[in-house]
């Protein structure tokens, strides 16, 4: 058959740019269909503005500290500044990055639009009121994933943040209950906390970061509730209201007694969800689970001729594995090199002060693999 395209690729985020880069690179003919802006999570609602947040507050902290050797200020950082910042600084590295006319240049088709499957080989190009129908021998779903909201009562009757609306704020707030400890809870509780705001951090679970070393995110919780970050952790989340005033009341139940909490803001970071539910994959015939499409090693879905890369698949949620996932996915499909997921040595960080990393198996998983292991402290 004579396709469109010889490779199509669904989502402009970090693994859809990687992979149409690479595709384009290689020779092959590509389409890259983003529904929003290129540079996807990673530029607009993540890495870029976090890390960009968390560098402005450490300047304030160390302002702070410094006070204690006899330096003096007049005032501390200016919050619509501090966000008027965050944003300039997204902006600059998608035009520095990902701006659809530098992949244009690299011979990468883009359209902008919602794609959904019309079957295994054929995509339809939905924006406004056009449609364009679009075939590809390969493509690679890079779509993603969005803030996931807990099932709490009261949560859509609510004005609330996610990591999606945080980086928009123009005024400081001056209470901020954060509904979980993962990475994106606790970096965001530093940063609000250094900047001024009070911050307040809620878990259902018994500590923060559940996927690094227990010990390790101790010692950092101790360090985070001596900078004067609250915590509320093995404590359920029962209701969500809005009180006069404009303030926020969270409900929630330790050990069986109610308490509540009532504050200016409330961010939603209680993890994240795959975006697949719109690209109408029963007509692709493409498996998928509650957490994600499902692929084998090689990126590969049960069509060979169709790969998922980065948080859609469900797998891992970092900005550096969806670029890994993109090149192994591109080098099966068009170079016929078996390469597969390096699961062993997948790096993360948190990104506090003091960083929190880690890479490889983890202490708990030697343990249930009966697999013999050395701690070293220094």
Not at 124 to 129: N, Q, S, T
Not at 312 to 322: A, D
């Amino acid at each position: 058959m004579k396709y469109d395209y010889d490779l199509l690729v669904i989502g402009g985020g970090a693994g859809g740019l990687t992979a149409a880069g690479m595709g384009a690179n290689f020779g092959a003919k590509t389409l890259m269909v983003e529904e929003d802006k290129l540079g996807g999570d990673c530029t607009w609602h993540g890495c870029i503005p976090s890390k960009t947040l968390l560098h402005l507050s450490k300047v304030a902290q160390n302002v702070r500290e410094a006070e204690k050797f006899g330096y003096r200020k007049s005032r501390g950082l200016d919050f619509s500044t501090v966000m008027e910042h965050v944003r300039s600084k997204r902006e600059e590295v998608y035009e520095e990055a990902d701006d659809p006319d530098i992949y244009r240049r690299m011979g990468v088709d883009i359209e902008f639009g919602e794609a959904l499957f019309i079957d295994d080989h054929t995509i339809r190009i939905v924006k406004d009121e056009e449609n364009r129908r679009v075939s590809s021998r390969y493509i690679i779903i890079a779509t993603g994933s969005k803030a996931k909201l807990p099932p709490i009562e009261g949560v859509h009757k609510i004005s609330y943040h996610t990591s999606e609306t945080i980086f928009e704020l123009k005024e400081e707030p001056e209470s901020l209950a954060i509904i979980g400890a993962g990475p994106i809870g606790i970096e965001m509780a530093q940063a609000f906390h250094r900047l001024g705001t009070q911050v307040t951090v809620f878990d259902i679970l018994p500590r923060i970061l559940s996927n690094d070393d227990q010990e390790l995110a101790g010692i950092l919780q101790e360090y985070l509730e001596d900078e004067g970050i609250h915590f509320k952790l093995a404590t359920d989340a029962k209701k969500l209201s809005e009180i006069s005033g404009e303030k926020v009341r969270i409900e929630t139940e330790v050990n069986g007694e109610l308490s509540i909490w009532e504050g200016s803001e409330v961010l939603i970071a209680a993890g994240r969800t795959a975006n697949y539910e719109g690209l109408q994959l029963e007509r692709a015939g493409i498996n998928h689970q509650p957490n994600g499409i499902t692929v084998d090693n090689r990126c590969r879905t049960n069509k060979k001729h169709i790969y998922a890369v980065g948080d859609v698949t469900g797998r891992y949620q970092f900005t550096h594995m969806s670029e890994h996932m993109a090149k192994v996915a591109v080098t099966n499909a068009l170079l016929k090199i078996p390469k597969k997921i390096d699961r062993k040595h997948v790096p993360w960080s948190t990104y506090t002060d003091p960083e929190l990393a880690h890479v490889g198996a983890t202490e708990d998983e030697l343990l249930n693999n009966s697999i013999s292991y050395k701690t070293y402290r220094f």
